[in-house]
């Protein structure tokens, strides 16, 4: 081993500053040709493993190829979801603003576990944690903790209810949630435990939202085996189609039966800042906790997701451990340390994105910006409807329509996501309601005109004529 010390793996500020110049400069003009480039382009796996799958180097590469690669060899082969005629899934807009923040944050590399580590940031993230509370209508004593994404958020907010409904897992717990619930919901109560035989799947109105009988029924029969239901999840606005579970005869009755009232809120809780999206909503203040994700219709870069409960102290009441290796973090302030209050200690301080935009833009344009979510919606469903090579599976709401071309199979339809996805235009995703196979447009996007949802429906309606083309090299969107 050689005496001397080695290279400092660190940048001298002269060559950051030339290197974040280059990156700036590169991303801005990435930025500038957005809406040119393909939603989405094919890729073939051997070239993608001969560009980027080569052993990592011994010795360093230029930067300027380094550069190349990115823009020209990964960026290309990824759906754009920022791109304004993404409409599949859920878009995750990305503010360009936000994601300056984070590098603000991941450059200093700000440890947002404890307060002893980042006091500011523990300020930040509570006064923005407060802000989403005040907007959802959530009472005084509210509080929650960003997390990566609405995954997280279910699986740390059903976590608090186990703990707080029964103390932690039993065999006999039940949980209860509609078929049109996120599969990460299921996904967290396995984690947590769960065996399918302790969940309830129950089925939906011809609007996709979850049937309160249905609900009454399955507990009754539940409580009636000795069983222990003790949580109901409910959707503020389901990924297929945007439906709203009941929330206030939800809350009535799961307050009656002292049941836990969780709210899948990932999607469509950022609604509530505009007035269609509270009156949409209303009855969701009143749930006991909820996974919120600003990365969807607040236009956050990933990851940003955000759990709520209706009581902070639940947070800290299930997750809070005190080892021997952090007592310096407890010895003060020690209520004030976010590692308490969910999985991660190691934690980035994911906030001040969300809380640098809201200041840089005001909320103003953020209710705005969700309100013309709402209406590019309603557009699309209006051109869909006068069109006749169209029927409308589900009308548009909370900034999902769906769709499917009249008269022609499930195979069909899925054909026809194909053709668009290949023609590299624009994007759609397909889903199944009600048993049969729909095309759904999201249009959360605020970057999305009018004339994007015009020109895609009648590319949508040029493509019925044509024969799949797996060949796309000649489109002058794949370039």
């Known amino acids: 081993m050689s005496a001397h010390p080695p290279a400092p793996l660190e940048l001298s500020p002269e060559e950051f500053r030339r290197l974040g110049y280059q990156v700036v400069d590169r991303l801005a003009e990435h930025l500038a040709h957005r809406e040119s480039q393909p939603v989405w382009r094919p890729s073939d796996p051997a070239v993608l493993e001969h560009s980027l799958g080569l052993p990592i180097p011994d010795q360093p590469r230029p930067v300027g190829d380094l550069l190349d690669l990115f823009f020209l060899e990964i960026v290309p ?52 944690i407060e802000w989403l509370c005040c907007e959802l209508g959530m009472p005084v004593g509210a ?17 608090v209810a186990l703990h707080q409904c029964l103390g932690g897992y039993q065999p006999s717990a039940i949980a209860y949630f509609s078929d049109q619930t996120h599969s990460s919901v299921e996904r967290a109560l396995r984690v947590l435990g769960f065996q399918e035989s302790q969940l309830r799947h129950l089925s939906t109105d011809e609007r996709g939202c979850l049937i309160l009988r249905e609900l009454e029924e399955a507990v009754w029969n539940d409580r009636a085996l000795g069983l222990r239901p003790f949580c109901v999840v409910a959707n503020a606005g389901t ?32 609604a509530v800042l505009c007035e269609r999206g509270r009156k949409a909503l209303v009855g969701l203040d009143r749930v006991d906790s909820m996974a919120l994700d600003p990365h969807k219709w607040l236009f956050q870069p990933m990851d940003l997701g955000c759990v709520l409960v209706r009581r902070d102290t639940d947070l800290t009441e299930t997750f809070r451990i005190l080892p021997d290796y952090l007592r310096d973090v407890y010895r003060t302030d020690e209520n004030r340390n976010y590692c308490d209050r969910g999985l991660e200690l ?25 309100g013309w979510g709402f209406h590019l919606c309603d557009l699309a469903e209006a051109c869909l409807r006068d069109d006749a090579r169209w029927e409308i599976i589900t009308p548009a709401q909370m900034g999902i329509v769906t769709f499917r071309r009249r008269g022609a199979s499930d195979e069909d339809q899925l054909e026809l996501i194909d053709r668009i996805r290949l023609d590299g235009y624009a994007l759609l995703t397909s889903t199944t309601v009600a048993g049969r196979t729909a095309l759904r447009l999201s249009t959360i996007n605020p970057r999305t005109t009018e004339a994007d949802i015009r020109s895609t429906i009648g590319r949508l309606g040029d493509l019925l004529g044509m024969e ?12």
């Open 77 to 128: 082969h990824t759906i754009r979801v920022t791109h304004p005629r993404f409409f599949g899934y859920v878009p995750v807009p990305g503010m360009s603003v936000a994601a300056l923040a984070d590098t603000l944050a991941s450059t200093v590399n700000i440890f947002s576990g404890s307060w002893q580590s980042g006091a500011a940031a523990a300020v930040i993230e509570r006064k923005t």
């Open 143 to 159: 509080g929650g903790l960003t997390v990566s994404g609405g995954s997280m958020a279910n699986l740390t907010a059903l976590a």
């Open 468 to 479: 799949p083309q797996p060949d796309t090299a000649d489109s002058q969107f794949l370039t």
């Open 239 to 270: 990924t297929s189609t945007g439906a709203v579970d009941p929330f206030v005869e939800l809350a009535e009755y799961c307050a009656a039966e002292s049941l836990w009232l969780h709210a899948d809120a990932a999607y469509g809780g950022g």
């Open 346 to 370: 190691t934690r980035p301080f994911r906030a001040f994105k969300l809380w640098f935009a809201l200041q840089f833009y005001g909320v103003a344009a953020f209710r705005e910006a969700v």
